[in-house]
């Protein structure tokens, strides 16, 4: 054996022993022939187990790192959860102001509608009395004029006359006797005066009146916006809630894994606690080892069986290990197999489905309001074709075919020999250009058929086919010559390029995004920690 400095060296050692020393650690024996190879031992484990202390030591400081940023996380959350709940209260504030405001909006607009009411039944009743008063100032008109004034019944009632006191406020009552009596016995004159100053009342009630309805207007307007901006609050609302019954059920969740977390945490500290009496044990024992005295040379028969009892320790230390091994293995497999069936997952899917059935109906409700302003597009659009279908055939003038001098003869003849057959109802056309002039509508020679003429359906198709080649043409030119806007606009047109709107992608909130992510690393971390609490070093 030799020293380097304090640490003793083995000479002739094999590497089984080698590996068998790194790999064990037990109680040293002092009856052995050889001490110095049972400090090496230890000293070999106690480096081990100070390496397995620094990595446990990490290994904590990281779990405490992640419960901080885990408390951080749970901070946040909870400030955003209070700054939406502090949200919510004034969205409800706001709406229960914007009901008030209606409700005293609403009553102010029956009243309007009850002064309208009592404004246009007294023009009414003015208008009567006025029709009565004209047809007896024609009367009285017709007959003869006399000297004195005309003592008859009354022409205004005591009625006529409390409406008059009551419609014209401003005059005295002198001037009001002066206008209508209100005895019986007492004559009226019917003056000029008195029909200027009943027009005049008129006048000023249908003024009034159409300031009552200017108002009923303004108010009409004034409870549309409050309406609109009523839904707008009450959508707002019901996204909002739906976010804030998102984030309580994750923080819910967010609190059970640091729940978990803490006891974890706890546990590893605890772990820590015992490997570290366990080194200061062996400290002692190297420390005892070093400093003591030599120990006595033991007997043959006695270091036999302390080899045996050397080796039945080893085989039975090697079969512990093996079965920990494989219980710790054992253990992570079924924690893994029972993880993934965990009350925690199922929670997470269910909220997500939730989410996404949530977005689902809100698209599906999306697309039936766009069914329905798909139908009514199509049925305005089909009325739209209908009445240009109508004044386009009452404004499409007849067909004119200019044939070439070639075959003048040849349409005269056929004219005369076959009978002109009545045509099918045309299709409905599409909108075309501006007509072309006669010379570029037809231009082509007629077939003549075997019998010496032409039939007049062919005339009209080969007509059809040059009108629509000539419109190619015209179209491919103004296409060329065009630039800019008006070249996608005929492409759009022709139908060569489409415009397809996207799908609204459906944006989860990232808070909520954010939450998932950590519990996925919290459960994570939480697994870690408990398989290396139950190895058992």
């Known amino acids: 054996m030799e020293r380097r400095g304090r640490i003793p060296v083995a000479r002739f050692r094999t590497q089984e ?32 187990l100070k390496e397995e202390n620094k990595a446990l030591k990490i290994e904590i400081e990281d779990g405490k790192k992640a419960q901080t940023d885990l408390e951080e996380e749970k901070n946040k959350v909870c400030n955003e959860l ?8 004034g969205n409800e504030t706001q709406i229960k102001e914007l009901t008030t405001k209606l409700n005293k909006i609403s009553t102010e607009r029956h009243a309007l509608d009850k002064l309208h009411k009592m404004k246009i039944d007294k023009i009414d009743d003015l208008e009567h009395e006025l029709q009565a008063l004209q047809e ?69 009630l249908k003024s009034s009146m159409n300031a009552v309805e200017l108002q009923l207007y303004e108010a009409n307007e004034k409870i549309a916006e409050l309406l609109e901006n009523q839904h707008h609050l009450e959508e707002e609302n019901e996204t909002m809630r739906t976010e804030n019954t998102n984030l309580t059920k994750v923080a819910k969740l967010l609190t059970e894994n640091m729940k978990e977390s803490v006891e974890t945490s706890k546990k590893m500290e605890a772990a820590l606690i015992k490997l570290k009496q366990r080194n200061d044990e062996l400290n002692a ?9 030599p120990a006595p040379s033991p007997s043959p028969t006695t270091v036999k069986a302390n080899e045996e009892f050397e080796q039945i320790k080893e085989e039975v230390e090697s079969q512990n290990r093996d079965h920990n ?43 039936e309001h766009a069914e329905i302003e798909l139908q009514k597009y199509k049925k305005s659009n089909s009325n739209i074709s209908t009445n240009s279908l109508t004044t386009t055939f009452a404004q499409t003038e007849p067909l004119i075919i200019t044939p070439t001098p ?19 109802p045309p299709p409905p056309p599409p909108p075309l250009p501006p007509p072309l002039p006669a010379k570029l509508i037809y231009n082509q020679k007629a077939d003549v058929m075997p019998g010496g003429g032409t039939a007049f359906s062919d005339s009209i198709a080969a007509h059809t086919l040059q009108r629509e080649k000539i419109i190619g043409t015209v179209k491919q030119q103004v296409q060329g010559a065009a630039t800019g806007l008006d070249a996608l606009v005929n492409e759009f047109k022709s139908g060569r390029v489409t415009l397809r709107r996207n799908r609204r992608k459906t944006r989860t909130n990232e808070a909520l995004q954010e939450m998932f992510q950590v519990l996925e690393i919290s459960q994570k971390q939480n697994r870690n920690s408990k398989i290396c609490i139950n190895m058992q070093f």
């Open 17 to 48: 022993g080698k590996t068998r020393s790194r790999s064990r650690v037990r109680d040293p024996d002092y009856n052995e022939q050889d001490p110095e190879t049972d400090l090496f031992t230890l000293l070999e484990d106690n480096i081990a």
């Open 82 to 89: 209070s700054d939406l709940k502090k949200q919510q209260l």
């Open 136 to 204: 007896k100032h024609k009367l009285l008109a017709a007959k003869p004029k006399p000297t004195a004034l005309v003592h008859s019944a009354p022409i205004a009632s005591p009625g006529l006359s409390s409406k008059l006191l009551k419609i014209l406020p401003t005059l005295t009552s002198t001037e009001m006797e002066s206008i209508v009596d209100v005895e019986p016995t007492a004559t009226l004159p019917i003056t000029s005066d008195l029909v200027e100053r009943l027009v005049d009342e008129f006048q000023t």
């Open 285 to 293: 024992r190297t420390r005892d080892l070093t400093d003591g005295p």
């Open 325 to 367: 091994e494989r219980i710790v293995e054992m253990k992570t497999l079924m924690e893994a197999a029972i993880e993934k069936n965990t009350n925690d997952e199922l929670n997470t899917f269910k909220l997500k489905v939730e989410i996404l059935e949530e977005e689902l109906r809100k698209a599906i409700a999306r697309a």
């Open 406 to 424: 070639t075959t003048t003869t040849s349409t005269e003849t056929a004219s005369a020999t076959a009978p002109i057959a009545p045509l099918p």
